[in-house]
């Protein structure tokens, strides 16, 4: 079993043997200066170190590079225990941005009320990957996959009819973008939620639901606002006018579309109306699926142990300094 995280640093320590065999050549060349310069003279009037001290340098030298190099591979050994808590519950949330979310036929309007509502769910979520995709007539991807609460609360707040100016609702293809998000590879429960007043101009949110099917997604839908409806009001309160009919826009829920789309692959509906109902039941859904049982799993996990070659090593370097080199060697 191999004990260094970082290989390269035993490669390279490796290599310090041929560097340490390259030492007898250099004192031989120096030998044969000292010769070529006079020989017993040179070594009166030499301050080299004595033999005994270059040796003590030399090896107080390699065994600090021996140390460094050792230290750099990251030594491991022993074993901690650690305990995680790993969910396997992917969550996609897709939330309608349309116009129609701006009725006010439940207070403050469905769209307000629906961000109230998801924002809990986010925080009362826990142990679970959350993705968030807006739409209308055109999906818009908020956020991926992910177990940043903090970072999904800040992307939800740009969810609203400005942020996708083209006008209508296409549910179809809302479903379509949030399947894509999900990893397939991975043997996780996936659930997808629809936050919308189920008003749709697209003709594909049935063959999408069949495609969650497929692919085991589990949709569940929110159903926001009420039978009677609203006026449909733009951005700045300015009443919208049927094109088919010259009248006011009213938005009602359209509960029948919603329920069908969820039973297509054995979810629920849940409907939030004047009485001000929340998600409990939703919440409670949501922790009966069947999670993979390796939550509080022990985990092992070797330590690093390249303090205790680290230390040494600089101890060695910092003492190099100080060591002696010999005195004079006086002719006798």
């Given amino acids: 079993m191999n004990i260094f995280a970082n290989t390269w640093g035993v490669y390279i320590l490796a290599l310090l043997p041929l560097l340490l065999l390259m030492l007898p050549f250099r004192a031989a060349s120096r030998i044969k200066r000292r010769e070529k310069w006079g020989g017993d003279l040179m070594d009166n009037y030499s301050f080299a170190s004595r033999r005994r001290f270059r040796l003590l340098k030399l090896a107080c030298m390699a ?3 021996s140390c460094v190099f050792l230290a750099f591979a990251r030594p491991q050994w022993g074993e901690v225990e650690r305990k995680a808590a790993v969910s396997d519950l992917d969550m996609i949330i897709l939330f309608d941005v349309s116009r129609s979310m701006n009725v006010e036929d439940i207070s403050p309007s469905r769209l307000e009320r629906g961000k109230m509502e998801v924002k809990s769910l986010i925080e009362r979520t826990e142990g679970c990957r959350i993705g968030l995709v807006a739409f209308s007539s055109l999906p818009l991807i908020l956020s991926p996959l992910t177990d940043d609460k903090g970072a999904l609360e800040l992307l939800f707040e740009i969810a609203d009819p400005k942020l996708i100016p083209a006008l209508g609702t296409d549910l179809g293809k809302g479903l379509e973008e949030a399947l894509r998000l999900f990893p397939y590879d991975e043997d996780r429960a996936r659930v997808l939620i629809v936050f919308s007043d189920g008003e749709d101009m697209g003709a594909t949110a049935f063959k999408a ?3 969650a099917q497929n692919l085991q997604v589990k949709i569940f839908c929110v159903g926001l606002g009420t039978p009677e409806g609203g006026i449909v009001r733009n951005e700045k309160g ?3 006018v049927d094109p088919a009919t010259m009248q006011d826009g009213v938005s009602k829920l359209d509960t029948a579309k919603l329920l069908q789309i969820s039973k297509v692959t054995d979810g629920r509906y849940f409907e939030i109306g004047k009485e001000g109902q ?3 039941e939703l919440r409670a859904e949501l922790s009966r699926i069947k ?7 022990q985990r092992e996990k070797r330590e690093d142990k390249f303090a205790f070659f680290a230390a040494p090593a600089l101890m060695l370097l ?3 300094p100080f060591l002696p080199f010999g005195r004079k060697e006086e002719k006798q």
Avoid: H, N, Q, S
């Fill in 209 to 211: 639901a069949g495609a």
């Fill in 63 to 65: 065994a600090a590079l």
């Fill in 238 to 240: 300015e009443t919208i």
């Fill in 278 to 280: 929340t998600l409990g």
């Fill in 318 to 320: 910092f003492a190099l």
């Fill in 291 to 297: 999670k993979r049982e390796y939550a509080t799993k």
